[in-house]
Structures are given as C-alpha cells and as structure tokens.
C-alpha cells in the first residue's frame, strides 16, 4: 500500500470536485466575459460559484476574487505596494517564499522591512507592538505554518495594529496567507478582522491552478494586471470556471462536518506523535498546531531519512515541498522559529488529509516504529 502524507504539499483531487471540474468544463466551457447567450450563462455560472463560495468563507462575494492560486494572491496583494510611497511593511520569519520572496523586491523599491521572530513558532503580538511605527502601511502573518503547523495568534495581532492606528492615525493594511488554515482550523476572516487572505484550492482536495484572494475593502486596491477587466478589474484573464466549480465543490466537502473530521485527524496526529517519540525523536509541531502537521527531527539528515521512507512506500516531506529547494525552505522557517540548524537538517514533516484513513495512519506507525533510526 503506497502511504501518502505530504498533503501539505498537495492533495489528491477528490472524485466530487473532478466531477463537477469535467461538468463545467463540458457544459458550460464559453468565455465568461463574452455577451453572447453561452457567454452570459457562464457569467452567471461564475456569480453563482462566486456566491457560493463567499457563504462558505463568511465573507461577502464582493469581497472574493479568484486567482489561480494562493502564489497569485499574494503577488496581487504585494505588487499593489509598488503603485504608493514606499513606507514600511512588516512580516514574519517562518512565511512562505510565496510571500516572503517580496522582501527583496519592495527593498529593491525603497521599502522599509521587517521580519518578526517566531520564538517556539509563533509571533509574539508584544514583538509587533515593538515594531509598529507611524510609516507602517502593511503587516502580514500567516494563519498556519507550512512547516510545523503553529497556529499564528492572528486576532490577537490584528488587534495590536489596530490599537497602534488609533493614535497614528494611520491604516495598516493586515494581511494573512490562509492556504494551511482553510477547513482545517476553526478560521472566520470577519472574526479575524483582516484586510487581506490568500487561499490555494489544491491543499483541499481542489485543483491546482486555482486559488481565492479575500479584500475587506477591494475598492481601496489597484492591481498591477487589469488586463480585460476580468474579477472586477481586480484580476485579468479569463476566468477558470471549471477549476473554480472544483474548488467550491472541495470546500463544501472539507466544510462539511469540519468539527468531526478535524476532531478525527487529531486523533490520528496524536497517535503517529506517539510513535514518533517512541521511536525517539523530537517533535517541533508546537502544541497549539494544525491537526493536519506534524514536523519532527529525526537522527538523519533529512533527505535521507524521507528517502528510506520512500523506499518503503511512505511519502512524507523534508520541511516544505511547495517549491523546488524544499528542503531549504523548510530549514529557513524552522530556523526562524529558533530551532538549531542540526535539528533544523533532519527534520522531516508528515501532512494528513481529511480522507486519510485510519489504516494508513497505523501503517505509517508501524513502518515509523520498523525504521527507527534508519534501519
Ligand atoms: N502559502 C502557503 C502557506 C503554502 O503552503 C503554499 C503552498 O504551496 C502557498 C502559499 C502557495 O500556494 P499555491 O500553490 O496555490 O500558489
């Protein structure tokens, strides 16, 4: 049996959201922008998927715009700074390159940056206060770690920037990749009190190439690609309904008695945990993570560890694979988050999905148990 656990990585496209991809794609394939009758059907089929969505996540549909993934989110958010006076932009050590990659570039466009600590893996709202200065125009922490799964205190955050606006008088724009939060953890972006969220369909069983991006406010924000128009202005190019429908249909799914399912997979994190510190290795997944992350540091070099794993039909990931030089990634976010290189080398992360069963959540036990050290 091939045991797969590296869905933070990505997911299997589920059966439901394959069907309703082909439907789509099949009946109703016309270009939503067209204002002829097919066009004007899939127009409507796209404020209905819009519509659907936007109740799913809480949110007002005017306040969703699809994109072709969480990556694409991002840069639409970032490359957005590049169009205003450069001021400051405070993010933390442990983001993905998705979002952390924009350091470079805003530097490189005269912004100030700054890059918060993550002491044992989440961001300190007492470190932030520290950094808020009146220039500060964004700050952006994720929701959930790639790598360990932290749960990042995000209203507790949001609400430090929103303390500090009152005597700068100034808006800080609050921003929070969610790939790793949606469906997965009690998350509700108008509780949050966030201005921006980045959102990936293939992390839940979605497609890939398809993604959302959450403005409380899109009036206030002007995209560097227009293009024909298309999301409001907010996003050009034709829209991918099909994967879009995908997308719906995988939320409705993890949606669908979340509370259980997420109850259940932290039964099994908790029973593979106990297998891994058996086998005498350290947990890095803090305490208060994802039911769906468990990073650990095993006695080998990662790559080396994942490769014996892999041998034996296991498939897990070193750090982070949501980008070539995974294993680099990994390592840069868990050193951010204080973790000595040499543990930081050999860790390892196993990702769960919601259709994980049981069966292969004791098979990864067992063959964890064989390996040991490298057996
Ligand atoms: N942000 C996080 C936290 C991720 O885990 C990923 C995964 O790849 C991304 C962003 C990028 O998402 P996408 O593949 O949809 O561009």
Not at 185 to 204: Q, R, V, W
Not at 271 to 297: D, N, V
Request: proline letters at 4%; hydrophobic letters at 35%.
């Amino acid at each position: 049996m091939d045991l797969y656990f590296d869905n933070a990585a990505t997911t299997k496209i589920s059966e439901r959201a394959l069907s309703a991809y082909t439907e789509t794609a099949r009946t109703v394939w016309a270009n939503p922008s067209s204002v002829h009758k097919p066009g004007l059907e899939a127009k409507r089929k796209l404020e209905e998927e819009r519509t659907k969505c936007a109740a799913l996540l809480g949110i007002k549909s005017e306040q969703l715009f699809f994109t072709s993934g969480a990556t694409e989110s991002i840069a639409a958010v970032f490359s957005s700074l590049l169009f205003t006076t450069p001021r400051k932009i405070i993010i933390s050590k442990i983001e993905h390159e998705a979002l952390a990659s924009w350091l470079t570039i805003l530097k490189q466009y005269g912004w100030k940056t700054t890059e918060l600590k993550a002491k044992n893996g989440f961001v300190s709202p007492a470190e932030l206060e520290k950094e808020l200065t009146p220039d500060t125009k964004m700050v952006a922490v994720m929701a959930v770690n790639n790598v360990t799964g932290a749960i990042q205190p995000i209203k507790e955050l949001v609400s430090i920037a929103r303390e500090y606006e009152k005597t700068s008088k100034r808006k800080i724009f609050f921003f929070s990749d969610s790939v790793q939060a949606l469906g997965k953890i009690p998350y509700n972006m108008t509780e949050l009190g966030i201005d921006g969220a980045s959102f990936s369909g293939h992390k839940i069983n979605g497609p890939r190439g398809i993604g959302m991006l959450y403005l409380k406010n899109p009036s206030s924000f002007r995209p560097l690609a227009p293009a024909g128009g298309q999301e409001k202005g907010k996003r050009g190019g034709t829209e991918n309904l099909p994967a879009i429908s995908a997308l719906r249909v995988a939320i409705e799914e993890w949606m669908d008695g979340q509370e259980e399912k997420n109850q259940r997979v932290q039964r099994m994190k908790e029973s593979i945990i106990a297998a891994i510190k058996e086998t005498g290795f350290e947990i890095l997944s803090p305490e208060k993570s994802s039911p769906y992350i468990i990073s650990f540091s095993s006695s080998l070099p990662s790559e080396v560890y994942t490769r014996i794993l892999s041998d034996k039909g296991v498939y897990v990931s070193s750090g982070s694979a949501c980008s070539n030089n995974a294993k680099g990634e990994g390592e840069k976010i868990l050193l951010g988050m204080g973790i000595r290189p040499e543990k930081a080398r050999n860790a390892v992360r196993i990702s769960l999905s919601n259709s994980t069963t049981e069966e292969e959540t004791e098979a990864l036990i067992k063959i964890i148990k064989e390996t040991g050290n490298g057996k």
